[in-house]
T-cell receptor, first 115, second 111 residues
Framework: EAQVTQNPRYLITVTGKKLTVTCSQNMNHEYMSWYRQDPGLGLRQIYYSMNVEVTDKGDVPEGYKVSRKEKRNFPLILESPSPNQTSLYFC??????????????FGPGTRLTVL | EDQVTQSPEALRLQEGESSSLNCSYTVSGLRGLFWYRQDPGKGPEFLFTLYSAGEEKEKERLKATLTKKESFLHITAPKPEDSATYLCAVQLDTGRRALTFGSGTRLQVQP
């Protein structure tokens, strides 16, 4: 089954304790992205990756890091989480443009609480 | 500044009562407009992509249309299972391929 998976689905942590949220897709998509969703603000892009070893900032990159060492994986790293990073996080992937379209397929989400 | 505004914020319909959701955008260089459905506790689920003014797409009870300034998601004879938050997003004509989302319309269809 074609899917985007994220782990963990729920995480409660404390300020300053480094954490990683994993994202994996099995559709051989080149493009992957991270979003955060906050009430009243909608979904906002954090980082994206056009391909292996190619990453760039989205709209709200501060406090986050990413890496893309393999095509299928795109982990999100919070080196020193703070309470304002409490949010619902989504990973998404997309085929390259010119094929079936630019639609992005989203994972199930990771609900992060930073105390 | 690029903006995407959805209205209404919330909509309650009776089963069978047709209506439309609006997504207005002020962006330059639109590459595509996307509609997603999001159920509570789940990731957005892709519905439609529209690329140019005048384009229409249909799927079951849903029909999406696009003009130069806005898009409509028409829901015909909705059923309770259509209850969800509907998100509109635009993709700009840049290499970044980021989606700029609206805040969504929460739709509740009562039996």
């Amino acid at each position: 089954e074609a899917q985007v998976t994220q782990n963990p689905r729920y995480l409660i942590t404390v300020t300053g304790k480094k954490l990683t949220v994993t994202c994996s897709q099995n559709m051989n998509h080149e493009y992957m992205s991270w979003y955060r969703q906050d009430p009243g603000l909608g979904l906002r892009q954090i980082y994206y990756s056009m391909n292996v070893e190619v990453t760039d900032k989205g709209d709200v990159p501060e406090g986050y890091k990413v890496s893309r060492k393999e095509k299928r994986n795109f982990p999100l790293i919070l080196e020193s989480p703070s309470p304002n990073q409490t949010s619902l996080y989504f990973c998404a992937s997309s085929p390259p443009p010119g094929l079936v379209g630019h639609e992005q397929f989203f994972g199930p989400g990771t609900r992060l609480t930073v105390l | 500044e690029d903006q995407v505004t959805q209205s209404p914020e919330a909509l309650r319909l009776q089963e069978g009562e047709s209506s439309s959701l609006n997504c207005s955008y002020t962006v330059s260089g639109l590459r595509g407009l996307f509609w997603y459905r999001q159920d509570p506790g789940k990731g957005p689920e892709f519905l439609f992509t529209l690329y140019s003014a005048g384009e229409e797409k249909e799927k079951e009870r849903l029909k999406a249309t696009l003009t130069k300034k806005e898009s409509f998601l028409h829901i015909t004879a909705p059923k309770p299972e259509d209850s969800a938050t509907y998100l509109c997003a635009v993709q700009l004509d840049t290499g970044r391929r980021a989606l700029t989302f609206g805040s969504g319309t929460r739709l509740q269809v009562q039996p």
